[in-house]
């Protein structure tokens, strides 16, 4: 498959990362010579250095015949030119990031009128993300599937958690719940348990049920803790706009931090009635004294400034402050500080390139079955939603008679919108989603459990 990427920055190198197979020709366009060249060095690719808008490098790289155009840039109009450029010229699949909420908000107009097929914001996608993870405070990670009617939930397992010493074979009998444990953390190892895998204590365990279950679940497990009421945000950025939206929406009482006076009357502006707006430097550990920060539930930290973030994560922790969030730009630095029960980090690039990634997988396996959703678990095991079509070698075999690979688990199938807690003897059938957990890029389509 034949993949152009226009932008080298962070979401491009995770997407070299990912899709940088032998099956892929991938080609980057970049218009600064010397991170081209970077790029070159450290990756199987080829490159040209150049513009995504400029019709003379789109024709050089071969757009008119290209499987997928991904423009990633820093700038929403480079990226919408781009695309528009691209598909125009021939490029079957074209993915843009879009970051402005003007643009954004219409994606729908920029789909239809512009021919763009899919829009990526990923300021909206770290605001939701951060709107999930604060319905469950003491999770280090929350992903969804299935239009979020079925959770996929990573806790940390601490001395006195029930799943301390619980076999996997036991839970169901324990606890009387249709849960399932789909990946176990121990220390640098990962694990898809089998029945007979005992849980230890430090072990972060991620489990999967529906919606309703999963929360159950996790409330048996934090014993019944008190939901998010109230949230302190430091920084008014655009995931701030959006994360306000969504925390309105739950009627959840807000009070803003930003030291900008244009932006503290911007937002107050926008959110006259509902969000307390303070003009005032939120690194300032006096102000966050003098503005109650122990007084609310969680505290987001969403500045520019990476370190700042995570500084005031960790104070907020130290503040017994039920949950603290901090948006986090470079990976490297999450290997330094890695997440805990109660600080948790959100990624938004990392996200828009899990996205994407997820998409181009689907276009590249779309005969056998196509990849809806994909998260990362961890650096080495991941959680993927495929929709199964009619070329598939698994259907209609019952799962116990299928020879599955190791390390790899079905957590749920999805069948005319009903969920299906699978047991061996039931089948995969044709148009059916399925949940597969299971050990890093191991999943590219649903043929791919077979061992």
Avoid at 68 to 80: A, C, G, L, Q, R
Avoid at 158 to 187: A, C, Y
Avoid at 319 to 325: D, F, I, S, T
């Amino acid at each position: 498959m034949k993949i152009i990427i226009v932008g080298a920055g962070k979401v491009g190198e995770y997407l070299f990362t990912d899709l940088n197979t032998e099956d892929n020709d991938i080609i980057l366009i970049e218009k600064r010579q010397e991170i081209l060249n970077e790029m070159l060095s450290k990756y199987d690719i080829m490159g040209i250095s150049g513009s995504g808008t400029n019709y003379d490098v789109l024709e050089e790289a071969g757009v008119a015949d290209s499987d997928v155009f991904i423009s990633v840039t820093e700038s929403d109009e480079t990226n919408i030119i781009s695309c528009i450029f691209a598909k125009n010229m021939g490029a079957k699949y074209t993915i843009a990031r879009v970051r402005n909420p003007e643009y954004s908000s219409k994606s729908g107009f920029v789909k239809e009128v512009l021919g763009i097929d899919l829009v990526i914001n990923p300021e909206f996608v770290a605001a939701r993300e951060i709107s999930r993870g604060l319905k469950y405070p003491f999770a280090h990670s929350v992903e969804t599937f299935a239009d979020g009617r079925v959770k996929l939930i990573g806790i940390s397992v601490g001395k006195d958690n029930p799943l301390k010493d619980i076999k996997i074979s036991d839970l169901q009998q324990k606890f009387n719940i249709k849960i399932l444990i789909g990946i176990v953390e121990r220390k640098d190892e990962i694990f898809i348990p089998s029945g007979d895998f005992i849980i230890r204590e430090n072990d972060k365990v991620y489990f999967t049920g529906t919606d309703e279950f999963a929360y159950k679940f996790y409330n048996i497990l934090e014993g019944g803790n008190k939901k998010i009421e109230s949230v302190f945000i430091i920084g008014g950025s655009r995931i701030s706009y959006y994360l306000i939206s969504n925390l309105i929406r739950e009627n959840i009482k807000i009070k803003l931090v930003e030291v900008n006076r244009d932006l503290a009357t911007s937002f107050s502006e926008k959110f006259p009635s509902n969000v307390k707006v303070i003009c005032a430097d939120g690194s300032d550990s006096d102000v966050l004294d003098e503005e109650g920060l122990t007084n609310y539930d969680a505290c987001v930290a969403l500045t520019g400034i990476d370190e700042e973030n995570i500084m005031l994560g960790m104070f907020a922790e130290k503040l017994n402050v039920k949950k603290a969030v901090a948006k986090v730009s470079r990976i490297s630095l999450l290997n330094i500080i890695p997440s805990t029960e109660r600080f948790s980090f959100v990624t938004p690039k990392r996200l828009v390139s899990d996205i994407i990634i997820s998409v181009v997988r689907s276009i590249i396996n779309s005969e056998g079955s196509n990849i809806e959703t994909l998260h990362r678990l961890s650096n080495n095991a991941e959680a993927v939603e495929i929709k199964v079509n009619r070329k598939s070698k698994v259907l209609d075999i019952p799962l116990k008679e299928l020879k599955i690979k190791d390390n790899v688990l079905i957590a749920y199938i999805i069948r005319d919108n009903k969920l299906i807690f699978p047991t061996g003897e039931d089948s995969i059938m044709v148009n059916d989603t399925v949940i597969v957990i299971s050990k890093a890029n191991l999943i590219q389509n649903i043929d791919c459990i077979l061992a």
